[in-house]
């Protein structure tokens, strides 16, 4: 009895995970980007974009942390796996189940704003050129930059937003919990605005790899061997940002914070709630 509800709570988290990658991350994410391109960057500007990224994992996380403890980034998952915080069969069944509810979230999304996407460019589908919509799901560089410069961007990117999740669920920096979803917004806001010129900080493997699959039935095979086949550096790159900043931090400051209640280290107990963005 007491495996099988074990069982049922363990599915139930990941329920939470897919339903709030769908409906309160990558839905209104993606959305918010559609807004922006599809309107010529009428309707929105792009402080409005990071606000509203911002507050959609705020809300996310407030959502199913109780629950699943909102894993929503597999870099992150990752991270959390090298520290010993994750098992390997939990941090497999969680990168699957995020990227592919960031493809549901992009089909959701398109769904909304598919007469807007007809209004805007046509029955043309295009990566590149005036009319272009494919950034509406996924990353796409610029022509001048290098893979080499994506790669960097996106290690410094997930980086910052790893090192500072730490800093804010480490217990001893006293940091009430309640308080958490919304530093974790402010924090994706503040990537957003200082690292969004190169890629416009995708940051998150699930976040660009799920939307990617979908745009592959839209825009075609170009989604991956454009830019010399870029598409696996927005998933690759922020795993090594994220196990960087991780333990950077464990080494170069949680490891010297005095622990006057003697409590367990950073991220004990910790569910890591999360994005990505």
């Known amino acids: 009895m007491n495996i ?54 705020t809300f996310c996380v407030y959502s199913c942390s ?3 403890g909102g894993h929503f980034n597999p870099a992150v998952s990752f991270a959390m796996f090298t520290l010993g915080r994750l098992s390997a069969k939990d941090l497999v069944i969680y990168c699957v ?29 295009t990566i590149v050129g005036p009319h272009a919509t494919a950034a509406c799901f996924c990353s796409f560089p610029a022509s001048h930059l290098s893979n080499l410069t994506c790669f960097f961007d996106q290690v410094a990117g997930t980086g910052l937003l790893v090192f500072f999740v730490c800093v804010i669920i480490d217990k001893r920096n006293g940091i009430p919990g309640a308080a958490h979803p919304f530093l ?10 200082c690292m969004g010129m190169n890629l416009g ?24 061997t454009y830019h010399n086949y ?18 950077s931090y464990q080494l170069f400051i949680g490891a010297h914070i005095p622990d006057h209640n003697n409590k367990a280290h950073i991220l004990d107990e910790a569910k890591i709630p999360l994005n990505d963005v």
């Not at 509800?5 to 994410?29: A, H, M, P, T």
């Not at 998933?235 to 960087?244: E, R, T």
């Open 184 to 193: 974790f917004g402010f924090v994706l806001i503040m990537i957003g605005t």
């Open 4 to 57: 099988s509800i074990s069982r049922i709570s363990q599915l139930r988290g990941r329920n939470v995970v897919f339903f709030s990658k769908f409906s309160l991350l990558q839905f209104i994410g993606l959305a918010i980007v559609m807004q922006f391109i599809l309107s010529g960057e009428k309707l929105n500007t792009w402080i409005q974009i990071n606000i509203g990224w911002g507050l959609a994992i």
């Open 201 to 224: 900080y995708p940051i998150n493997p699930a976040r660009d790899l799920g939307p990617r699959f979908f745009a592959l039935f839209i825009y075609g095979s170009e989604v991956f």
């Open 66 to 68: 109780k629950t699943s």
């Open 230 to 247: 870029y598409f696996w550096i927005p998933v690759i790159a922020p795993i090594v940002g994220a196990v960087l900043a991780a333990w």
């Open 97 to 125: 189940v995020q990227t592919i509810g960031a493809f549901i979230g992009a089909i959701g999304a398109f769904g909304i704003y598919y007469d807007q996407f007809v209004k805007y460019a046509g029955d043309v589908r």
